[in-house]
T-cell receptor, first 108, second 116 residues
Framework: KNEVEQSPQNLTAQEGEFITINCSYS?????LHWLQQHPGGGIVSLFM???GKKKHGRLIATINIQEKHSSLHITASHPRDSAVYIC??????????FGEGTQLTVNP | NAGVTQTPKFQVLKTGQSMTLQCAQD?????MYWYRQDPGMGLRLIYY???????DKGEVPNGYNVSRLNKREFSLRLESAAPSQTSVYFC???????????????FGPGTRLTVL
């Protein structure tokens, strides 16, 4: 079993829909990261969180440390949100471990 | 600021050839990383450098060597390329030490390497 599991693997939505991507992990962590990989391949960091909730524009990330679970929400989705969203966890004193990513397609 | 830059963007090698992937960052970050990304798998850490003068193995170091030339530059060398090293390679940097979670990582644009 992978240390980091994302669901769903693929997600297709209509413009305007509310989107949720889930991430579950199996180890104790010091931080969890959400990243976005654009269709051209570039990777950008969206959030780093260790507790609670963070919001940036239409993106919201939450984490439940006790349940070892995080969600990334996108409100009022837009075709430009189409990308691969990657969850990664930092176990204490160790490197980042990445999930396989969720391919999101938002249709107009 | 350019952020994290990588060269080359694309490379085709024959089995047994050697090459060096270059990475530089202009954000005065302490830590730098080399990852590979393969279809159906998450990013995997090859090597990292927590600070200038130090390097450590990651998850998949076999077949690779690295050099932290100075605070800005971190290179990845394939001494004898194999088809299994066909992949997309990303360099990244962060301000803080990996042991503390690494902080936000900034990624380069990637190098697409094919080994025939």
């Amino acid at each position: 079993k992978n240390e980091v599991e994302q669901s769903p693997q693929n997600l297709t939505a209509q413009e305007g829909e509310f989107i949720t991507i889930n991430c579950s992990y199996s180890v104790g962590i010091s931080a969890l990261h959400w990243l976005q990989q654009h269709p051209g391949g570039g990777i950008v960091s969206l959030f780093m969180l260790s507790s609670g909730k963070k919001k940036h524009g239409r993106l919201i990330a939450t984490i439940n440390i006790q349940e070892k679970h995080s969600s990334l929400h996108i409100t009022a989705s837009h075709p430009r949100d189409s990308a691969v969203y990657i969850c990664a966890v930092a176990a204490s004193g160790s490197r980042l471990t990445f999930g396989e990513g969720t391919q999101l397609t938002v249709n107009p | 600021n350019a952020g994290v830059t990588q060269t080359p963007k694309f490379q085709v090698l024959k089995t047994g050839q050697s090459m060096t992937l270059q990475c530089a960052q202009d954000m005065n970050h302490n830590s730098m990383y080399w990852y590979r990304q393969d279809p159906g798998m998450g990013l995997r850490l090859i090597y990292y450098s927590a600070s200038e003068g130090t390097t450590d193995k990651g998850e998949v170091p076999n077949g690779y060597n690295v050099s932290r030339l100075n605070k800005r530059e971190f290179s990845l060398r394939l001494e004898s390329a194999a088809p299994s090293q066909t992949s997309v390679y990303f360099c990244a940097s962060s301000k803080t030490h990996p042991a503390s979670g690494g902080g936000t990582q900034y990624f380069g644009p990637g190098t697409r390497l094919t080994v025939l």
